[in-house]
């Protein structure tokens, strides 16, 4: 029902940027949340930012990317974006983008983008 797919991920040095974006098709007007959720290696998947589709954006961070990481929307494009800065090798994951939303309570994801941070 809803497509997602990311792109954006790359290599980038300790202390610099990356953008990624999430387009979204299909039935987009189920979606009520928006988000980016990471995975490095031998962890679990974990949620860093999360937006309100609903119109408006309540943005919502994980601790580790808090002042760093800033998630933002184009409503019309149905495309929500992480502009990631001052980049950590810690960092370093697959990061996913997700949504939520239907009649269910359905969550979507995209297919993963890597990101590696070099020290």
């Known amino acids: 029902q809803v497509r997602l797919v990311e792109s954006g991920g790359g290599l980038v040095q300790a202390g610099g940027s990356l953008r990624l974006s999430c387009a979204a098709s299909?039935?987009?007007?189920?979606?009520?949340?928006m988000g980016w959720y990471r995975q490095a290696p031998g962890k679990q998947r974990e949620l860093i930012a999360t937006?309100?589709?609903?119109?408006?954006?309540?943005?919502n961070y994980a601790d580790s990317v808090k002042g760093r990481f800033t998630i933002s929307r184009d409503g019309a494009a149905n495309t929500v974006y992480l502009q990631m800065n001052s980049l950590k090798p810690e960092d370093t994951a697959v990061y996913y983008c997700n949504a939520f939303g239907g009649v269910n309570n359905q969550n979507y994801w995209g297919q993963g983008t890597q990101v590696t941070v070099s020290s």
């Open positions: 299909g039935i987009v007007s189920i979606i009520k949340y």
């Open positions: 937006t309100s589709s609903a119109g408006r954006t309540n943005a």
